[in-house]
């Protein structure tokens, strides 16, 4: 079946650090989601990506949709406490696959003040 | 804004008794999708309803079955519940099936 492979898995950094994390797939994907998950919490949608080569920007969140398709990267700029969660990038292919999201492994991140 | 709703947010259950969980989507949303999510994991797919039809199926055991309601809400029912049934169970909404799906908080299913 698609998977997606998520990276880094974890990262840890200082406060107002910038931070980069990105998913690839070798299937197609029509859209791609990025979500925050808190513990105990469901992931809420931080960024949706609809076309190819798209670049769309979130408060201090920015993520693109690669040319190809098959990827997708989310930065946070001038990271905060607040940030600190489990961010999931999920891909929706569309056909026989309508409406089932494929989710990244997640990339953990912890911010230190 | 209104958001997804699930009940209960959490349930204790034994072996090989059954479980009903209960979602109930955003306003206007017409499609639901329920997933699992086992600890350090991300969430799989379990199955997903359209206008109260099934419209998607994943890794859904034989024993779990669900169903979306005429208000638009779905339960998710799991019998002869297995130890390895421990887990988050999300359910999320969208409008049609090619919108981002909003999700909720989840029911944190133990099984002893």
């Known amino acids: 079946g698609q998977q997606l492979n998520q990276s880094p898995q974890s990262m840890f950094i200082q406060e107002g650090e910038d931070v980069s994390m990105n998913c690839t797939s070798s299937?197609?994907?029509?859209?791609w989601l990025w979500y925050k998950q808190d513990p105990g919490e469901g992931p809420v949608l931080l960024i949706a990506?609809?076309?190819?080569?798209e670049l769309t920007s979130n408060g201090r969140l920015t993520a693109q949709f690669g040319i190809t398709r098959k990827d997708s990267f989310l930065n946070i700029s001038a990271s905060i406490p607040s940030d600190v969660g489990i961010y999931f990038c999920?891909?929706?292919?569309?056909?026989?696959?309508?409406?089932?999201?494929?989710f990244g492994q997640g990339t953990i991140l912890t911010v230190h003040p | 804004a209104a958001g997804v709703i699930q009940s209960p947010r959490h349930l204790i259950k034994e072996k090989r008794e059954t479980a009903t969980l209960k979602c109930y989507p955003i306003?206007?949303?017409?499609?639901v999708y329920w997933y699992q999510q086992g600890p350090g994991q991300d969430p799989q797919f379990l199955i997903s309803?359209?206008?109260?039809?099934?419209?998607d199926k994943g890794s859904i055991p034989d024993r779990f079955s669900a169903q979306q309601f005429s208000d638009y809400h779905s339960e998710l029912n799991m019998s002869s519940l297995e130890l390895g049934d421990s887990a988050l169970y999300f359910c999320?909404?969208?409008?049609?099936?090619?919108?981002?799906?909003?999700f909720g908080d989840g029911t944190r299913l133990s099984i002893l």
């Open positions: 999320a909404s969208s409008l049609g099936g090619s919108q981002p799906q909003h």
């Open positions: 299937s197609i994907f029509n859209t």
């Open positions: 990506l609809y076309k190819a080569g």
């Open positions: 999920a891909g929706l292919a569309g056909g026989t696959s309508y409406g089932k999201l494929t």
């Open positions: 306003p206007r949303h017409d499609t």
């Open positions: 309803f359209y206008e109260k039809m099934q419209s």
